[in-house]
């Protein structure tokens, strides 16, 4: 029987390189969508099976071309996204628009299954434009394709990831680390192994429920979360609450900076619970679970960040 063809946008981010392995393993065939194929195609090639990958660059919005791409997939999945803007309205292209683009093409075609990743928490953080884009992205896949499906996970960690590794990069190297809104925060992080798990469930098994919440098996503060990533790394710091006005100057100041650490709209993201809402089914109450722990998975990658560790900043290996 001919593989199934999965067309496969931001397949070069944590999830979608995991992807690609998962689908080529179970003899998918994956058709990886990427802006720079001499930067990322090299990276992609080592995650697939011989023979089940194409890559196929796409810098600019062509909808040519996109439309072409769906003439041999039976099932797309949307991973692009942005945490910051470096242009004007970027989110609004990024995450209403382009998902709108593709749920229409996906209707034309008539495929399977789209299945759009967005995130957890949306609907709440009115004043986050990183939200509202989101928000506005799901709304309108949603009403483009009836056989949409909406993935929301919380915080997505790994080795590839740009939450805990930059974070243990901050921990080694500053000695006190701010805590917004008191470390209070509420999370639910899933490894990226157990997200690709549930992606591949959705798309290889009779899933039809509209929206799904992905989640980790634990809740856990932003406190909570730099003391798991000071555990790791063998190292003590003052964990500090600071006031909002002080938080909104700091972020203000990071947010100027080429690629931001942190920025305003982010420090409004972070006043809300990125938590089960409980208004969609989770998947766990589809069967699907997620059983990995922050602590126990750290243990794993920490050690690049422990002193000596590559990325720590007492390094004592010497250059040739």
Same mark, same amino acid.
């Given at each position: ?15 979608g390189r995991n992807l690609i392995r998962k689908f ?23 995650? /697939? ?8 660059? @796409?810098?600019n919005l062509d909808l040519d071309k996109i439309r ?50 967005? /995130?957890?928490?949306?609907?709440? /953080? ?22 949409? !499906? ?21 921990? *080694?190297? !500053? ?39 992905? !989640? ?45 650490i942190f920025t305003q709209d982010q420090l409004r993201? @972070?006043?809300? *619970? ?47």
């Open positions: 029987m001919k593989p199934k063809e999965i067309l496969v946008f931001g397949a070069s981010g944590q999830i080529t393993k179970n003899n998918y065939k994956v058709i990886a969508v990427t802006r720079n194929i001499h930067q990322k195609g090299y990276i992609l090639k080592t995650q /697939a099976n011989p023979g089940y990958l194409e890559i196929v660059e @796409l810098q072409s791409l769906f003439d041999n997939c039976s099932i797309c999945i949307n991973l692009v996204g942005v945490l910051f803007e470096k242009n004007k309205n970027q989110f609004n292209r990024i995450h209403r628009d382009f998902p709108k683009i593709l749920s229409k093409l996906a209707s034309e075609k008539k495929i399977e299954k789209f299945v759009h990743v967005s /995130a957890l928490g949306v609907e709440n /953080a009115n004043d986050s434009e990183y939200a509202k884009s989101k928000l506005e992205g799901e709304n309108q896949v949603l009403k483009s394709f009836k056989k949409s !499906i909406i993935l929301k996970p919380s915080i997505v960690y790994s080795v590839d990831d740009n939450f805990t590794t930059t974070f243990m990069t901050l921990l *080694n190297r !500053i000695p006190i680390i701010p805590l917004y809104y008191k470390g209070e925060t509420q999370f639910m992080p899933i490894h990226v192994s157990d997200l690709t798990e549930i992606i591949y469930q959705v798309v290889s098994k009779d899933i039809t429920e509209k929206s799904i919440e992905c !989640i980790g098996p634990e809740v856990l503060t932003f406190k909570e979360i730099m003391q798991i990533l000071l555990k790791a790394i063998d190292k003590k710091r003052l964990l500090v609450p600071i006031p909002f006005p002080i938080a909104k100057l700091m972020a203000t100041f990071l947010g100027m900076l080429p690629n931001p993201l @972070l006043k809300y *619970n990125n938590v089960a809402s409980h208004k969609n089914k989770t998947n766990f109450d589809l069967g699907l679970k997620a059983e990995k722990k922050l602590e126990e998975e750290l243990l794993k990658y920490s050690f690049n960040w422990k002193s000596g560790g590559q990325f720590s900043r007492n390094n004592t290996s010497s250059t040739v």
